[in-house]
């Protein structure tokens, strides 16, 4: 596994063998790509900044919300890189540190993280050399008092006393891009705690799957009522599905584990949306307000969406999320499957 350990400080790639199980049993050889770390004002942005054409609306992608996530197998063993030894935490606990916060950018933007998750400068996460792995902390410039939250799911940095990594967007949103590097304080989030999001929200981590969580705590994602549906071919619910299958369906889907088994086929006439209409994802149906506000939240920061674009819709007794609007159904479908592998759910396009 390759550890950026490096990225947009100008370190070396490092190659830690037994890291990941991908590792195996044969040690690699370091990728050779060393770099000198640029200090001047001014020298990430130009090195390592956004892409020829960025995303819109950076500044309002959300926190990224804290959940209870059992920690990865492999990426919390003791490794060793430049000839120091690290040996990171294998239980999410307080923990507080203050130091040089860096960020990396487009070098690293899809590949691979210490947790094999691909890098994503879009997202809100972050770097740390013994943090577990995955784990949320809160990080706050101490030169303007912004703070964000983000998900710990890479290894690093290693030099010049700097303690956390964050991703492009993350440092966009405390201020720092430009001059590279900024003073910030790093705070554990521990799950159970309530944590205050940048957007004022309350939440509680999620508990992880198998939790005494309730059919009644999580999202229904279950289809509304025809003729305002227009099923994805591949990714529709059928409206036969009975309501177990739904609620167990539902039941993964906000904590982003595996998909839901695959549900029986039924047909289910496309209906046409009436003119003037617009279509939306639903992305499921909540039986509170504030478990609506919470998958909203986690569903913004994972599939790049800015808040503004997720509505709940109070609709009988449940809370149905949309994303949209979309102009045409085929926009819909398109960004559906995108969707449906992020958040592993079955999405319907709506038209109201």
């Not at 004002?41 to 959300?62: E, K, R, S, V």
């Not at 197998?73 to 040089?100: D, M």
């Not at 030099?159 to 405390?174: C, E, H, K, P, Q």
């Not at 503004?308 to 398109?334: C, K, M, N, S, W």
Request: glycine fraction near 8%; charged fraction near 20%; include cysteine.
């Amino acid at each position: 596994m390759i550890l950026q350990s490096g990225r947009s400080t100008g370190l070396v790639f490092v190659v830690v063998c037994g890291l990941l199980a991908g590792c195996g049993s044969t040690p690699m050889a370091p990728s050779g790509d060393g770099r000198v770390a640029d200090d001047r004002p001014g020298g990430y942005y130009q090195d390592d900044g956004p892409h020829a054409n960025p995303p819109t609306d950076l500044d309002l992608i959300p926190d990224a919300l804290p959940r209870d996530e059992p920690l990865h197998r492999y990426a919390n063993r003791p490794y060793r890189v430049l000839g120091q030894s690290y040996t990171p935490a294998t239980r999410v606990a307080p923990f507080s540190q203050r130091g040089k916060a860096s960020w990396y950018g487009r070098k690293f933007h899809g590949k691979r993280t210490a947790s094999g998750e691909v890098y994503d400068m879009y997202k809100m996460t972050a770097a740390h050399p013994t943090l577990p792995i995955p784990s949320y902390v809160r990080v706050r410039n101490l030169e303007n008092d912004r703070s964000v939250i983000v998900r710990v799911n890479d290894r690093g940095p290693f030099l010049r006393g700097r303690v956390i990594d964050l991703s492009y967007t993350a440092a966009r949103r405390l201020g720092y891009l430009e001059q590279g590097s900024a003073s910030v304080e790093v705070t554990a989030i521990v799950p159970g705690e309530e944590v205050e999001l940048s957007s004022g929200a309350a939440v509680r981590p999620l508990r992880r799957a198998g939790s005494d969580a309730t059919a009644a705590d999580v999202a229904a994602v279950a289809a509304p009522q025809a003729p305002q549906i227009a099923p994805i071919d591949a990714l529709a619910m059928p409206e036969s599905t009975d309501a177990s299958a739904a609620t167990a369906a539902a039941d993964a889907s906000p904590q982003m584990q595996a998909p839901p088994p695959a549900l029986p086929q039924s047909p289910v006439e496309k209906v046409p949306a009436a003119a003037g209409l617009r279509h939306y994802l639903q992305l499921g149906a909540f039986a509170s307000r504030e478990n609506a506000e919470d998958f909203r939240s986690m569903a913004a920061s994972e599939i790049g969406e800015p808040l503004a674009r997720l509505e709940i819709v109070p609709q009988g007794l449940r809370f149905r999320l949309h994303l949209g609007p979309y102009d045409t159904v085929e926009e819909a479908r398109d960004r559906a499957e995108a969707v449906a592998a992020a958040l592993k759910l079955k999405p319907f396009i709506v038209a109201r």
